[in-house]
């Protein structure tokens, strides 16, 4: 939603749209590098899971921020204001999966028994 926000300014659109296609990147990843990292880290608390789902994609974050360092000698705004609030997101997920009550809940969700 910022970056539909943002389209008019060129720069900060780009960025949160790099910012968009990286969190599709957790999927792809936690299925490619998951099994080692879960061997590495385990997946039973929140930090392990975060670890085996989204390590690739806060590596690609960084790196978008890194290169924007050494080519333009500053960190663009859109990726002060928006790797917090990615990240945030990914910690409260990793919380909500981890929760012993989280299975019990979604098949209630769901319908399932």
């Known amino acids: 939603m910022a970056a539909i926000a943002f389209r008019k300014t060129g720069a ?4 949160l749209m790099l910012l968009a296609t990286t969190v599709l990147l957790g999927a792809g990843c936690g299925r490619f590098m ?3 990292l879960s061997k590495v880290f385990g ?3 929140i930090f392990g899971f975060w670890f085996r789902l ?13 290169y924007g360092l050494a080519t333009r000698h500053v960190i663009h705004p859109a990726y002060l204001m928006g790797v917090p609030f990615v990240l945030a997101d990914q910690l409260f997920t990793a919380y909500v999966i981890t929760n012993p ?6 098949k209630n969700l769901i319908g399932v028994s």
């Open 54 to 66: 989204y390590l690739m994609q806060f590596l690609m974050m960084m790196g978008a921020m890194i």
């Open 101 to 106: 009550a989280w299975p019990s809940f979604a």
């Open 43 to 45: 997946d039973d608390t």
């Open 12 to 15: 900060t659109h780009k960025r």
């Open 34 to 36: 998951g099994r080692p």
